[in-house]
Structures are given as C-alpha cells and as structure tokens.
C-alpha cells in the first residue's frame, strides 16, 4: 500500500510539473501572438523546389503577379488548378487580394521559381472554409510556378548587350526602323519571332505605330545595336493580351537587333573617302561614268557588286537612268575619287526594294570608285609636255609619222606601249589607221615633240572597247612622242612628178615598143622614177598595192593593158603635180 501511494504521489507531481509547463507554453505562445494550436501548422511554410539561376527581380508587395497553381489538401486531394482553366492567376501581392498565406508566401519569388507553399486555415479560409470546395480549418498546399512580375510604377527597360563601335545616327521620334525581334513572356515562352518570318519588321517609331512600350524601347538605337526591351503590360497589350499567344497583364520582352534607319526627310549623305590632290575637272549632269562599287544594306549585308563581275558599271549620270540617289551622289566627284554614298528608301528602291537581293524600304549604302568620266561633247584634251625650239615643220593630213607611245586608262591601268617592241608606230595622217582621236592628236606636232592625249571613247574605241585590252567606255590616255615625219602628198595624189613630166612618158614606158604598156612594164617605170628621185609615191602605203592602182586607173577598158588612147595625166592639176 505504502509503495502504491508513493507511486501515486510521484505520478501527481509529474502531472503537475507537465501542467505547468503546458502552462508555460500557453504564456509564451501568448507573447508571441500565438493562441493555442488549431493545426499543426502555426505559419505559412514555404519549400523552394525550384530556383532558377537568373533573378534580376523578386517579388515584393505592391507588385503584380502571375502565376499557375495547384490547390491540394495535405493527403493530396486537389481542390482548385489554374492549369485546369487555361489561365494564370493574376493578382496583386500585398493587397488583401489574396487569402493571407499566399500574400506572405510570395513575397521574394523569382520569376519561373517553383514553391510549395503549406497554409495553416486561420492565414487561410479559416472554420468557415470555403462553401464546398474548402471544409473549415483545412489545411491547403499550393503548389506555384511564377510566370510574370511587374508594378504600376515600372517603365520600360533597355539593356543593350551589343553596341557597334560607330553610330553615327540613333533613333529619334518619327524614325523609319527595319528590325529583327524575338518576342517573349518574362518566363521566356517566345510568342512572336520576325526571324522565322524570314522579314525584317518595318515601321516608324514613336507615332503610335507601335506598343508604346517598343515606341520608346527603340529609341536611341544605333545600326547593328542589340538590345532588351522589356516592358510591363500597360505599354504592352494590356488586360486583354493580343487576343492569341499573349495573355492578359502579361510583361513583354524583345530581343532585338536594329538593321535598317532613315527618316521620310532624309536626303542622300556622300563620305568622301578619297580625293585625288588633283581634279581638274569634275563630273556634271550629262556624263558617261565608269565606275565600280560594292553595295550594301545599312548593316553590312552586300546585295551587289561590279567587282564581282569584273567590270565597271558604265552610265550616263544625272538623267535619270539610274536610282535617284545615285544620280545625285556621283555629281561633283572627281576621276579616281572613293566616296560612300548613303541612299534613304524614297531615292533608292523605295518601299517594294527589288524583289530579290534589295528588301523593301532598305537604306542602301554604296561605296564607290570612278574609274573615268567623259561627256559626249568632249574632244581630244592636248597637253604638251615637250617642244623643241625649232619646231617645224609640224604634221599634217597625210603625212607619214613615226612615233613612240604609252597608252593607259585614266586611272593610270596599263594598255600598251611601243617601247616594248622596240620600235615606233608609224601611220600616215588622215588615212584611218588610227583611232581619231590619236589622229587629232598628232595634228601639228614637230619632230622631239612630246604630249599628252586624253581621249574619250567616241574618239577612240567605243562603247565596245577591245575584248581584253580596252573596256567599252573607256576614256585613253596617250604619252606620245615624234620620232619622225615625211611629208605626204597632197590630197588625193598617190604618185607625183618631182621634175617635168617628159613629152614622150608613154613610149618611154612601152619598153617593148608593142604599143602597149603591160603592168611589169609600168611598175618598172614608176619605181625608177622614184629611185631617180624624178618622182614620189605617198609614203606610208605599200608600193606595190599604189602602182597597182595606178596602173587600174589606166586600163580603162579593163583589159590587163594600156593603150595610148587609154593613157593620159590627170587633167585637174597643174602639170608639176600631175599623177598618172
């Protein structure tokens, strides 16, 4: 009995002392605002099952946010699912918008974290619960993946990831842009991509063309620049989204990269890359140009190049017979001049472009070499370099000169030379052996004398040129020296009498004394004339090809000889001069 009381008395002190320890607890739960437990919860818990590495912004109260869920019981039992309706939850954090657990569990979030949150019922429905959905005093798990953040104080934001080295322009308000963009949610779900449209997006910015949003996140931009824009959904689409791939509240971002830049009233602009220290002359409307050039769009991509086809671009300028833009960049350039010539659409290939290489409202940039220029009214420019002091007598139609040359377009290309064969070329004046302008530029030389032809092409070969020596077009330029000249004959004469014409010329032919003169008799005669120096053959043409005409121009009759009634001098001249 005695050990039995004892045992009971130890077991009353023991419940005494747990009592007041629960009692304890009560107070200390007291003090921290706690009441007697109603769950087995006494505050939210959260367990992050999924960070993701990136969080440039967490969420804080004030924001707006999107987010899916899965509302369960703690045996599993699902109650509610934002995925089940096709649509995220948009809410407000912090604003009572929200059953009290979920407005503390969501504050510090990432956009794509993933959180199970654990509510006891008092931060949730309480005892009331939740008509039929939710008993009272349930415990509730969300299982939530944050898609979006934003607040109604945010603007837009610009984070520039690649900046070309030179801009000479940035956008400005009433700009015309062609850019490249993906589009994507804040949780990166691409909704729209100009690139796998495989076309630039063109527009003007700042005049309500655009989301305002991109109206001002383009502003500032250089050519080549890439950038993001991100942009909360007040300068997006709005409550509605666009009705398709973006919802409603939803926070849009860009990437993009500008390509393309003008404004309706730009007006071409030429770099002068590189300008000869000598110009003499420079182009003007009504020129014939030979050029080349590389062309691009304005972010470097090349559509076209006259290099590439190993030939100039040969046309008249300033008439209309190319872009506009080019008309006016090539006037006032000089020969051998580079200058970059930067087209706006309205003077290029404006809104269509070409079809194929030059997109629509592109920006073309062309730099350009010019290789000569002429004008259909020039003649052969003359410069004298060298003139002997006794300088006479000076070339004439039909003389025969000799001469030495080097010949070479104007940008100083290397044609031909006769230096090279070691020996001069000799033509005869006024006979067409030369190109005309060659002819026109011996005219009046003396022996020693030394100049500078330049020719254009309708003076020397044409629009043709020739194949492998000479392009079509081309403008020549000719160092020329006179080695040497025999004086020609008057015009029209092929033969002449240095001496008196002998009363007896055609029996002193007739050798045979046939009476008649066969042609070995003829030619003997005239070539001993001139090897007397009684006579002379014009210089510069074959003999044997003269005397043969000669001698047709006597044959009347065409018999193969002359009879003395056939022969006869030629009336016209004087008799010093006469010609058979």
Known sequence: HTHTHTH??????????????????CVLATLVACSVPRSPLEDVVVEKTFIPEQCERSVKEGDFVRYHYHGRFP??????????????????????????????????MCVNERRLVKIPPHLAYGKEGYGDVIPPDAVLHFDVLLLDIWNPEDKVQVKTYHRPERCGREVRVSDFVRYHYNGTLLDGTLFDSSHTRLRTYDTYVGIGWLIAGMDQGLLGMCVGEKRIITMPPFL?????????????????????????????????????QQVPEK?????????????????????????????????????YIGMGYLIAGMDEGLLGVCIG?????????????????????????????????????????????????????????????GDFVKYHYNASLLDGTFIDSTHRYGKTYNVVLGAGQVVLG??????????????????????????RGIDGEVPGSAVLVFDVELVDMEEGLPEGYMFVWNDDVSPDL????????????????????????????????APGFDRHKIIENMFGNQDRNGDGKITEDEFRLKADESVDHDEL
């Open 8 to 25: 009971t008395h130890t077991l009353t002190v023991k419940m005494r002392k747990a009592a007041l320890a629960t009692l304890a607890l």
């Open 75 to 108: 045996d599993g039992t699902g109650f509610d699912s934002s995925y089940d309706r096709g649509s995220t939850y948009n809410v407000f954090v912090g604003k009572k918008q929200l059953i009290e657990g979920m407005d503390k569990a969501l504050p510090g």
């Open 236 to 272: 997006g689409y709005g409550e509605n989204g666009d009705g398709s791939d973006i919802p409603g509240q939803a926070s849009l971002v860009f990437d993009v990269v500008l390509l393309d830049l003008h404004n309706p009233k730009d007006g071409i602009a030429v770099e002068k």
């Open 279 to 315: 110009c003499p002359r420079r182009s003007k409307a009504g020129d014939y140009m030979r050029y080349h050039y590389n062309g691009t769009l304005l972010d470097g991509t090349p559509f076209d190049s006259s290099y590439s086809r190993n030939s100039t671009y040969n046309t």
């Open 337 to 397: 001049e580079r200058r970059r010539v930067t087209i706006p659409p309205h003077l290029a290939y404006g809104e269509e472009g070409t079809g194929t290489t030059v997109p629509g409202s592109a920006v073309l940039v062309f730099d350009v070499h010019v290789v000569d220029f002429h004008n259909p009214s020039d003649t052969v420019q003359v410069a004298i370099s060298f003139k002997p002091e006794v300088c006479e007598p000076l070339a004439k139609k």
């Open 438 to 463: 060659m002819e026109m530029g011996l005219q009046d030389m003396c022996v020693g004398e030394k100049r500078r032809l330049v020719v254009p092409p309708h003076l020397a070969y044409g629009e």
């Open 506 to 537: 055609f029996v002193e032919m007739d050798k045979n004394k046939d009476s008649q003169v066969e042609p070995s008799e003829f030619s003997d005669y005239i070539l001993r004339q001139v090897n007397e120096g009684k006579g002379r053959l």
